[in-house]
C-alpha cells in the first residue's frame, strides 16, 4: 500500500498525522505528505483510517 496527499487539497488540519505519524508528517508548505514510500504492515490500519477521516479526502491511497 502507498498513500499520497494531494497538497492542493490538504488544508493543514493536522489529522492524518496525529493518527498515522510514522506514515505522514509536515513539508516546508505546512502541508502533510507520506514520509514512507510504501506504508509499512504495522502502519497500514493507521494509514487506512487517515484516509478515511481526512476531511478534504486528500489522502489518496493505491
Ligand atoms: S488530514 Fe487531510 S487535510 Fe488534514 S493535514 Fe492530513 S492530508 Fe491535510
Redesign the pocket.
Known amino acids: 500500500m502507498k498513500v499520497s496527499?494531494d497538497p492542493e487539497?490538504?488544508?493543514?488540519?493536522?489529522?492524518?498525522?496525529s493518527l498515522c505519524p510514522d506514515v505522514?508528517d509536515w513539508n516546508d508548505d505546512d502541508?502533510?505528505y507520506a514520509i514512507v514510500d510504501a506504508v509499512p504492515a504495522d502502519q497500514q490500519e493507521c494509514a487506512h483510517e487517515?484516509v478515511e477521516?481526512?476531511?478534504?479526502?486528500?489522502?489518496r491511497a493505491e
Open positions: 496527499v487539497r490538504c488544508i493543514s488540519c493536522g489529522l492524518c498525522i505522514f502541508k502533510a487517515a477521516s481526512c476531511p478534504t479526502e486528500a489522502i
